[in-house]
């Protein structure tokens, strides 16, 4: 099995990655559940990948539903380093138009039913996530999207809705009247959990559509969405196969020791079977504990 330090998440319209040799497939069992779906290693060219669709093939699993910390414990079980999430959004802004890309540096969290953290239940841990984003994988992704073409946004605030009803307008002209750019379902707990468990994580977002803040926006139709969501993976997978050849083999950025001073419990305090189930994400820094 090729040994990947990269995953690519793959969001709405994003069910594979074409091109991939040598394949495994692989259901890893998690402290949290099963991911969302069979997971996908290969090579895409010299380079180890693992690829998850989040909302299973078919796309079967709405945004609420999403596994989302199994995929990531999943991942981290595989020994993956770095996660290129792929998102679809609406935009807030008339210059962000359907089809083009963002890659975001901020969230706005909005959700409401979904478990945000591996820990709790005797194991305080506070990250830190003032940049939500890792900065390295970022700055690769604008790099490799502004090479083939695309219209391509370096910034941008993503609002993370709870759905999967779309906004409506009274909220779509509050998140725009905060500045926010974005918004979309499943960047959160998504990036969160990517940063508990020490992984690089950024995001390439596909514009769709406007949300509903136009006053002179039609509803939302899906069919139309569909349409250029396929004409953004279609872009979203030549980004991929560039960017994944210029991630770095040693990571120095501080997603990498993200818990290393986040820990609020003592280990003295820690409840055995919890460090137990956890011990892939805090086992190295509980050594002689």
């Known amino acids: 099995m090729p040994n990947a330090k990269i995953a690519v998440i793959g969001g709405s319209g994003l069910y594979d990655i074409e091109g991939l040799t040598d394949i495994e497939e692989v259901n890893p069992d998690t402290p949290f559940g099963k991911p969302s779906d069979t997971i996908t290693i290969g090579r895409l060219g010299e380079i180890g990948i693992a690829f998850l669709p989040r909302h299973g093939r078919g796309h079967r699993i709405s945004p609420t539903e999403v596994p989302y910390r199994a ?4 991942l981290k079980g595989l020994g993956v380093e770095w996660i290129i999430a792929i998102n679809t959004v609406g935009s807030f802004k008339q210059k962000i138009k359907p089809g083009d ?3 975001p540096d901020q969230l706005i969290d909005r959700t409401r039913s979904r478990a945000n953290s591996f820990f709790g239940e005797g194991i305080v841990v506070h990250i830190p ?3 939500p984003f890792c900065p390295v994988l970022s700055q690769i992704l604008l790099e490799a999207a502004k090479e083939t073409g695309a219209s391509v946004h370096p910034k941008g605030t993503y609002v993370v809705m709870e759905g999967p009803a779309f906004s409506t307008k009274a909220e779509s002209r ?3 009247s905060w500045g926010a750019d974005i918004i979309g379902m499943t960047a959160l707990p998504e990036a969160k959990l990517a940063r508990e468990a020490e992984i690089c994580y950024a995001i390439i977002a596909g514009v769709t559509d406007y949300d509903s803040w136009q006053e002179q926006s039609e509803p939302l139709v899906v069919d139309v969405i569909l349409n ?3 004409q953004n993976a279609d872009t979203i997978k030549r980004i991929i196969r560039l960017a994944v050849n210029r991630i ?3 990571r120095r950025c501080d997603c990498a020791t993200a818990l290393k001073a986040a820990f609020v419990t003592a280990p003295r305090f820690m409840p055995p079977e919890q460090k137990q189930k956890l011990n892939l994400l805090i086992g190295k820094y509980l050594k002689g504990d």
């Not at 995929?71 to 999943?74: D, P, S, V």
């Open 174 to 176: 509050l998140y725009r």
């Open 228 to 230: 250029i969501l396929r």
């Open 71 to 74: 995929n990531i414990y999943a």
């Open 101 to 103: 890309l963002v890659i």
């Open 129 to 131: 996530f003032a940049e």
């Open 248 to 250: 770095p083999e040693e």
